[in-house]
C-alpha cells in the first residue's frame, strides 16, 4: 500500500494568479498521476508523471496550463497556472504499483480543494 | 473508448437495510476493477480491487462481484450504517494501457 500526502489541502485564490500543489509517497514509485474532479463530476487524468522524463498529458490538458515536475521518486508538483473559475476543483494526486500481491491497485492523496474568484 | 456507468447516481436507504450498486463497462478487455470510495470534498479510498481473472472480493461487510464478459461489477454493502453515507466510485483498468476510466458515481445516504 501507499500513503500519499498533498500540500495544501485547500485554497482559495484570484483569478490570473497561480498554484503549486506538492505531492509526497511514502514509498519509491514509477509512475505517478494527476487527477482533477469539478465539482459534481467524475475524475478526469490530468498527467502521467515519470521521474527523470517529461510528462505525458491527456487530451485537453498543456504542460503550460499545468506544468508538472517530478525531481525525485517519492515527490512531484502540479502548478495551476493563469488560474480562471473554471479551474475550481479538488485535485488528485494518485499511484499505482504494478507489482505485489495486489498489482496496479491505485491509490490516491487527499486532494487539494481549490477555489478561484 | 472504454465508458464507464453506474446506476443509480443516488440512493438513500434505512439503516440496516442492504446496499447493492451496479457498475456497468462497455469494454471488456479490462486487467482490472476497483471500487472506491470517497467522503464529501475529499480524496478516494480503495475499498475492493477484483482482477479480470477473479469473480468476485470480499472484505468485511462489503462484497464486489465481476461478470467480465457482461460487461458489470455489483458492490453490496451488507447492515448499512449512517457512516456508510459516502459517494462509490467504480474505476476500470485497461488491459491495453493500464489506463484507469471512471464512473460518475453514487451517492449514498444511509439514514439512522
Known amino acids: 500500500s501507499a500513503v500519499i500526502s498533498q500540500k495544501p489541502s485547500r485554497d482559495i485564490c484570484q483569478r490570473g494568479t497561480s498554484l503549486t500543489i506538492q505531492c509526497q509517497v511514502d514509498s519509491q514509485v514509477t509512475m505517478m498521476f494527476w487527477y482533477r474532479q469539478q465539482p459534481g463530476q467524475s475524475l478526469t487524468l490530468i498527467a502521467t508523471?515519470?521521474?527523470?522524463?517529461?510528462?505525458?498529458?491527456e487530451s485537453g490538458f498543456v504542460i503550460d496550463k499545468f506544468p508538472i515536475s517530478r525531481p525525485n521518486l517519492t515527490f512531484s508538483t502540479l502548478t495551476v497556472s493563469n488560474m480562471s473559475p473554471e479551474d475550481s476543483s479538488i485535485y488528485l494526486c494518485?499511484?499505482?504499483?504494478?507489482?505485489?500481491?495486489?498489482?496496479?491497485?491505485?491509490?490516491f492523496g487527499p486532494g487539494t480543494r481549490l477555489t478561484v474568484t | 473508448k472504454q465508458e464507464v456507468t453506474q446506476i443509480p447516481a443516488a440512493l438513500s436507504v434505512p439503516e440496516g437495510e442492504n446496499l447493492v450498486l451496479n457498475c456497468s463497462f462497455t469494454?471488456?478487455?479490462?486487467?482490472?476493477l476497483q471500487w472506491f470510495r470517497q467522503d464529501p470534498g475529499k480524496g478516494l479510498t480503495s475499498l475492493l480491487l477484483?482482477?479480470?481473472?477473479?469473480r468476485e472480493q470480499t472484505s468485511g461487510r462489503l462484497n464486489a462481484s465481476l461478470d467480465k464478459s457482461s460487461g458489470r461489477s455489483t458492490l453490496y454493502i451488507a447492515a448499512s450504517q449512517p457512516g456508510d453515507s459516502a459517494t462509490y466510485l467504480c474505476?476500470?483498468?485497461?488491459?491495453?494501457?493500464?489506463?484507469?476510466?471512471f464512473g460518475a458515481g453514487t451517492t449514498v445516504t444511509v439514514r439512522a
Open positions: 508523471a515519470n521521474q527523470g522524463s517529461e510528462a505525458t498529458y
Open positions: 494518485s499511484v499505482d504499483f504494478a507489482g505485489g500481491l495486489k498489482p496496479y491497485e491505485q491509490y
Open positions: 477484483i482482477q479480470s481473472s477473479q
Open positions: 469494454d471488456s478487455a479490462i486487467y482490472n
Open positions: 474505476a476500470v483498468r485497461r488491459s491495453n494501457d493500464y489506463k484507469l476510466s
